[in-house]
């Protein structure tokens, strides 16, 4: 009884090293002109003070589902979302990839499900969360991050048409980036 208790014990001691690790991932790591430092651990926060804001009402579920969103990036890289979208069997492989290595931690769909629409309001976050983070550097005067930035506000208004948080916080952004144009 007490070996399989050290056993489960050093079992979460590693999964919660692998779920810290997960935030040390640098993003944009094929563009590092728009990097700016950000690591999967910052985007994640932001990301989810997004999807408090705008959606107050998530579960707890979906929270951590926003927590724990890029953590796999340990195991697979933070591959560009062209390159997803561009290759399907590529995205599909990764997908379950990246399943197989939330799962052994403890992350993954069966321990944390959540509902098709807070699914969606993790997806909107976390574009949302590209949008202001390109949107700074512009205003920086990093004008690399413009292309990036209107492929997530084309991304946004094509998958969210009639999302009214997301196109309360689009409206903001693109009046903010008209202003300081």
């Known amino acids: 009884m007490e070996t399989r208790r050290k056993t489960h014990k050093n079992a979460n001691l590693k999964h919660l090293y692998e779920k810290i ?49 890029d953590v796999a990036e340990i195991a697979v890289g933070d591959l560009p979302a062209t390159t997803k979208w561009n290759y399907s069997e590529v995205h599909s492989i990764l997908k379950r990839i990246e399943n197989d290595f939330e799962n052994s931690i403890g992350i993954g769909e069966l321990f944390i499900p ?15 969360e590209l949008v202001l983070h390109c949107y700074e550097l512009i205003i920086q005067g990093n004008k690399s991050a413009t292309d990036v930035m209107n492929r997530g506000i084309k991304y ?20 903010l980036y008209t202003m300081n144009k």
């Open 156 to 175: 946004l208004k094509e998958k969210y048409p009639h999302e009214k948080q997301v196109k309360r916080a689009l409206k903001m952004i693109i009046r």
């Open 21 to 69: 690790r997960g935030g040390h991932v640098s993003r944009y790591h094929t563009r590092p002109e728009l990097t700016n430092g950000q690591n999967v651990a910052a985007h994640t926060w932001r990301a989810m003070v997004i999807l408090h804001t705008l959606w107050p009402e998530a579960s707890k579920n979906c929270l951590l589902h926003m927590m724990y969103h």
């Open 114 to 128: 959540i509902t098709v629409e807070e699914a969606k309001a993790c997806d909107a976050a976390d574009k949302l």
